[in-house]
């Protein structure tokens, strides 16, 4: 038997969508989104390219978890249009993103509190799961078989993330830091064309913070995941993503490389607090 | 299935790792040799897969250009690989040296400086980082392999190759000019080579390389085989440093040389659950493994239900009456075996499979004393947990417990080839064939260990107590004499108090002087729970540390060493006369402690001086001021006035053990 096989194995983004690395893979066009006569989003355009790692920062309030949701289709903005691998978007549902190869985290942690690591990140293979629900529950043959190749690929994602320790372990016991961890092992479980992280680093110290850093690097890197994260931490945005762009109040007052965004006198402004007309 | 054990490859018996490896190929070729959990599943090797292994990677190395004599440095923790890289290193002629996975840069350097290291087998990114930043600090390094691919694929050092990329380059070698060369290679190795390089950690000065010839090692082995007879049925769990002579021996010698399989678990923090899966039948751990268990299953216990608690005190109380006398074989009641067994039903078993010892034949412990409370309970559950004193220069193996002489105290009788004696100054020395070769580009320390004639120092002081056991008491240089000539060793009198749980830290004195006084640390965890028990209320810890009935219960742990003192020989003189318990905690912030929690005896005499003074002025009692360093270091003064209690000599009649004699 030689059943030891280390070849570098990929994860692999689903079905090669033909958009060529750096090329467009989800443009946002003048997006504006309003909750009654709260402007949460006004005339916003910008967008992700293939393989890179796009930061969203502003200061709170500014609309980007707004942003987020609607990338996810959980909210439908009133003006503006998206369009995700060549294809304009129509309404669309949470899960219906989620089929189209969109993955997200939660600034405050959705995973099953009661079920385990391993369990959890099952979950996030759940839109890749062929047999229906009667193959499921029957488990034999061609549902076992699939049940196997699913738990190597969440076996990967648990060696990759090191979490080898909790595999067993219900979230719920878990300190803050690992339970993030867990909810980017289901988001990536998923295999996403465009992983959304919303606050990956928040609530952590610096060492956990290394980590995290380190892993979201690594799953670009080794995987070619296109990663758009909102994120507080200005170190960890200008070493982390290629591309930044800045909200305040629900507009763009910039976009570009982390150096430029720097020397952007409007986002100073943003940050340091202007008064504002 | 395996032939019938043959011990001769071509006639002759084999003299090196990678000889008896072909040896295993053959009479072992279709047992498991080795096991690593990888994502989630428990794989394996035979020893003819094993084989094909090392011979694909150790040609890839040969056509990469490692040749007889160069060193290869390996940097990691337990993973196959790692261990495949000792054998195909050793088949080309060349020296592996494990180094340390957890060693800063700097210190790796030195290391691979001093041994002159060429190649470099690391672990994963983090390893390869390290060696990547020493750069042109170490000017002989050429190539790097290494064994986990993540976050190295972008990497373009033309020198950094995987172990898969290195193996299927030795497929091509092999499928190209075959092996006949490789395995002629091989057969030319001798007993006397140099086998391996381990530099020693080194509490002083820098690392010493200790160099072991295949001899050292292979002599080692077998004898700790045939002592414990071990054979192709063990199974061990690799998990303690690969740097570390007991892993070189117990996982890598041993295992060679007897055919037994070798488990690599999936992660270091993973060890207990893969223990627990595996079930070792060879067990080696130092002493604070066993205690950390011990208290982890304390703990549980007492969040345990009402029923379960009493149910695992009933029978843990049998257990430490019988036993074991039931495993040293002794005369134990019938109704008392019975209550035994159906413990082994319902508590033992259960407790030894959660730890993972279920399938333990034999279990070690060494490197420091173990507690007695600590060895008994293990013991107790049936397992055959021994000690043994080892070094690296001796290839591990010095003195080991044989089955059915157990006790707490010792290390056992010499293992088989070894001779022991003990010195004028009271230090152990020995003389065995696996005395190592020397120490690496260091003549001077090499001269200063091993004499002409090979025997080798240990720097520990000791003697061979009325059973013909050997007794470890203290690091020679901290052994000195009372007044009167009487031995003092008070590493071996503040280990004895320090396996009271009620105490923390003990610093004993009495080099020179005209009796042995000590000063106490309470442990505040287990004494405020005492406290808490017996209504005893205390406003902070120097209240709690002076408290009369505290200062009472220490007088009763200080007369049972007193006791246990007076029954040996060596020691009776050494009573402890005087004690008194300081007011505040041993530091590591004060510099009272070093970092790893030892004591600093020196920096202690001279602080507490007066304290000191006062134990052998005869005054009952002396007020002390002592500057202290917060955490957040701000500085603070406490004052106390620190009690000084006599303790009366327990008078020395006879020694009970050759009375029984």
Known sequence: MNAHVQAPRSLGVRADDGIARGAPLLVMDNISLAFGGVKAITDISFDVRKGEIRAIIGPNGAGKTSMLNVINGFYHPQKGTITFRGQARRRMRPHEAARQGIARTFQNIALFKGMTTLDNIMTGRITLMKRNMAWQALWRGPAEREEIEHREAVEQIIDFLEIEHIRKVPVGRLPYGLQKRVELGRALAAEPALLLLDEPMAGMNVEEKEDMSRFILDVNQQYGTTIALIEHDMGVVMDLSDRVVVLDYGRKIGDGSPDDVRNNQAVIDAYLGVPHE | MPSPANDSVRGREPATFPQFLLLNEQRFGSIAAMRHKDGGIWRSWTWAELCDEVRAYSLGLRELGLKAGDRVAIIGQNRPRLYWTFCAVQALGAVPVPVYADSVADEMVYVLNHAEVTFAVAQDQEQVDKVLSMGDQAPLLRTILYD??????????????????????????????????????????????????????GTTGKPKGVMLSFDNLVISARSGNSFDKLDFNEVVLAYLPLAWVGDHVFTYAQAYVAGYCVCCPESPDTVSEDRREIAPTYFFAPPRVYETLLTGIMVRMEDAGKWKKRMFRYFMDNARRVGEPILNGEKVSLSDRIKYRLGELMVYGPLKNQLGFLNMRVGYTAGEAIGPEIFRFYRSLGLNLK???????????????????????????????????????????????????????????????????????????????????????????????????????????????????????????????????????????????????????????????????VYAMMEEHVDQVNRDLASEEMMAGSQIRRFLVLHKELDADDGELTRTQKVRRSFIAERYGELIEALYDGSTSKHVDTEVVFEDGRKGRISATVEIRDRPPVPVTAFRKEAAE
């Open chain 2, 148 to 201: 986990e691919t993540r976050g190295l694929r972008d990497y373009e050092e033309s020198n950094l190759h995987s172990i898969d990329a290195v193996q299927a380059m030795g497929r091509e070698a092999l499928a190209r000019s075959g092996d006949t060369e490789w395995k002629a290679g091989i057969a030319a190795g001798k007993g006397g080579d140099l086998a391996v390089m381990l530099y020693t950690s």
């Open chain 2, 387 to 549: 000690q043994l004193y080892g070094q690296t220069e001796a290839s591990v193996y010095i003195s080991a417990q044989p089955d059915g002489e157990i006790s707490a105290e010792t290390v056992g009788r010499p293992s088989p080839g070894v001779e022991i004696e003990i010195a004028e100054s009271g230090e152990v020395m020995y003389r065995s064939p696996g005395v190592f070769l020397g120490y690496y580009k260091n003549e001077e320390a090499t001269r200063s260990t091993k004499t002409e004639d090979g025997w080798v120092h240990t720097g520990d002081a000791g003697f061979i107590d009325a059973e013909g056991h050997l007794r470890i008491i203290d690091r020679a240089k901290d052994v000195g004499r009372l007044a009167d000539g009487s031995l003092f060793a008070p590493k071996y009198i503040e280990n004895k108090l320090k396996f009271f749980p009620n105490i923390k830290e003990v610093v004993a004195f009495g080099d020179g002087r005209d009796f042995v006084a000590v000063f106490l640390n309470i442990d505040l965890t287990s004494v405020a729970s005492w406290a808490e028990r017996n209504n005893v209320s205390y406003a902070s810890y120097q209240e709690l540390a002076a408290h009369p009935r």
